[in-house]
């Protein structure tokens, strides 16, 4: 059971990336996932969440309006689009998938994810 997450990179102020979080040993369409980020010196926090029915989508304030989850159940993936892209977005961004619905204003509560995956690192620089 694994959760892994990529395409991470360098990229500009303005720039856009595609994270992508894929799930071997478990089918990702019956989860709930949420990416998660933290930079260096700063506390983990929530950034963006899927539930099981794919009407339901939660983003932090600070994404909302340039960032996008969608999921792929065919290719069991989740994505984060991430588009205008700040310097504060650089981070490690983390993928994690909990086997029920995200209880509303709940959805960045890390302790209900069951499982994570490894990170891939996001920086934003000029």
């Known amino acids: 059971v694994q959760l892994q997450a990529s395409g991470g990179g360098l990229v500009q102020p303005g720039g856009s990336l595609r994270l992508s979080c894929a799930s071997s040993?478990?089918?990702?369409?019956?989860?709930?996932v949420a990416w998660f980020r933290q930079a260096p010196g700063k506390e983990r926090e929530g950034v963006s969440c899927?539930?099981?029915?794919?009407?339901?989508?939660y983003y932090a304030e600070s994404v909302e309006g340039r960032f996008t989850i969608s999921r792929d159940n065919a290719k069991n993936t989740v994505y984060l689009f991430m588009n205008s892209l700040k310097p504060e977005d650089t981070a490690g961004y983390y993928c994690?998938?909990?086997?029920?619905?995200?209880?509303?204003?709940?959805?960045?509560?890390?302790?209900?994810?069951?499982?994570w995956g490894q990170g891939t690192l996001v920086t934003v620089s000029s």
């Open positions: 899927i539930g099981l029915s794919d009407g339901n989508t």
């Open positions: 994690a998938a909990a086997d029920r619905e995200p209880s509303g204003s709940s959805w960045n509560w890390s302790p209900q994810y069951d499982y």
């Open positions: 040993g478990f089918t990702l369409a019956y989860y709930s």
